[in-house]
């Protein structure tokens, strides 16, 4: 005598018919991970996994002073990026209302001194943060083969940081902004054969005014952000091209020995010589 079937529950229903759904189909193209096609598929289709590196070696997970400093200055920039859309809707870029939209935003709106302060100090350990970025890559030989083109990109990076610091400071339009740019945008007519024409961009006039504070916002939050999120891009697809982050070299076979050697001993490792 065959048995009845085994009726399903309301939630099953509902979940089969979502799975089978023409919207889930095209939401997810692939099943569950379980099988190297489906992990496959997975890596191909997600493109935060696709960018990052299939294989990444031992030596350069090692955690150092400087480890993940390339990717504490990206989520650096997320926080600036969330924190300054935060920001816009409260700031006008006109010389006699913009100090005053920076008070009223300190001292009126809801956590809006807190939004400040957390973009300004992530404005300035983003510029650290990148520094020793770079040490470390020099450091470490990441220049090199075939590691060139990326290395551009990450100087490019560099600048773009620089110049979004640059740009910021004089957003607030306090006395400290303004002279520091006015003393900072006065070095450019000294730029050998592109200076008179740089510093027309920067100021767009005979002084730093109105003009200068719309170049300056456009380029802050428009210009320098999307320049900053393309290189970004490249810079991780590099990454994963050239075989992963580079760590520091290994040591020589003979000198590896050595050492494991020595540490078995109970013996303290000698310095390279």
């Given at each position: 005598?065959?048995?009845?079937?085994?009726?399903?529950?309301?939630?099953?229903?509902?979940?089969?018919?979502?799975?089978?759904?023409?919207?889930?189909?095209?939401?997810?193209?692939?099943?569950?991970?379980?099988?190297?096609?489906?992990?496959?598929?997975?890596?191909?289709?997600?493109?935060?996994?696709?960018?990052h590196?299939?294989?990444?070696s031992?030596?350069?997970?090692?955690?150092?002073?400087?480890?993940?400093?390339?990717?504490?200055s990206?989520?650096?920039?997320?926080v600036?990026?969330?924190?300054?859309?935060?920001?816009?809707?409260?700031?006008?870029?006109?010389?006699?209302?913009?100090?005053?939209?920076?008070?009223?935003?300190?001292?009126?709106?809801?956590?809006?001194?807190?939004?400040?302060?957390?973009?300004?100090?992530?404005?300035h350990?983003?510029?650290?943060?990148?520094t020793?970025?770079?040490?470390?890559?020099?450091?470490?030989?990441?220049?090199?083969?075939?590691?060139?083109?990326?290395?551009?990109?990450?100087?490019?990076?560099?600048?773009?940081?620089?110049?979004?610091?640059?740009?910021?400071?004089?957003?607030?339009?306090?006395?400290?902004?303004?002279?520091?740019?006015?003393?900072?945008?006065?070095?450019?007519?000294?730029?050998?054969?592109?200076?008179?024409?740089?510093?027309?961009?920067?100021?767009?006039?005979?002084a730093?005014?109105?003009?200068?504070?719309?170049?300056?916002?456009?380029?802050?939050?428009?210009?320098?952000?999307?320049a900053?999120?393309?290189?970004?891009?490249v810079?991780?697809?590099?990454?994963?091209?050239?075989?992963?982050?580079?760590?520091?070299?290994?040591?020589?076979?003979?000198?590896?020995?050595?050492?494991?050697?020595?540490?078995?001993?109970?013996?303290?490792?000698?310095?390279?010589?």
């Amino acid at each position: 005598m065959s048995s009845l079937p085994e009726k399903k529950s309301l939630l099953d229903i509902i979940t089969q018919k979502i799975v089978t759904s023409q919207l889930w189909r095209s939401i997810f193209r692939h099943g569950y991970p379980d099988t190297p096609l489906n992990q496959s598929l997975v890596m191909m289709g997600n493109v935060f996994l696709h960018l990052h590196p299939v294989k990444v070696s031992r030596q350069a997970m090692k955690i150092t002073y400087t480890w993940c400093m390339g990717g504490i200055s990206f989520f650096l920039f997320l926080v600036l990026t969330l924190t300054g859309v935060f920001l816009m809707f409260y700031y006008v870029p006109e010389t006699h209302t913009a100090y005053q939209n920076i008070n009223q935003l300190s001292s009126a709106v809801s956590f809006g001194h807190l939004v400040r302060n957390m973009h300004r100090w992530a404005a300035h350990l983003m510029v650290v943060s990148v520094t020793l970025h770079m040490i470390r890559v020099f450091y470490h030989g990441a220049y090199k083969p075939p590691r060139e083109f990326n290395w551009v990109v990450g100087v490019g990076l560099f600048f773009c940081t620089l110049f979004l610091s640059f740009t910021g400071y004089l957003l607030p339009w306090d006395q400290i902004a303004l002279w520091a740019i006015t003393v900072g945008t006065n070095l450019a007519p000294y730029t050998p054969i592109l200076g008179q024409p740089v510093y027309q961009v920067l100021v767009g006039g005979p002084a730093v005014g109105q003009a200068t504070l719309i170049r300056f916002y456009v380029g802050h939050v428009i210009l320098l952000p999307l320049a900053t999120a393309i290189l970004l891009a490249v810079h991780f697809w590099r990454i994963r091209k050239d075989g992963g982050a580079a760590g520091p070299p290994p040591p020589p076979r003979r000198e590896l020995e050595a050492r494991l050697a020595e540490a078995e001993q109970g013996l303290a490792p000698t310095a390279a010589r």
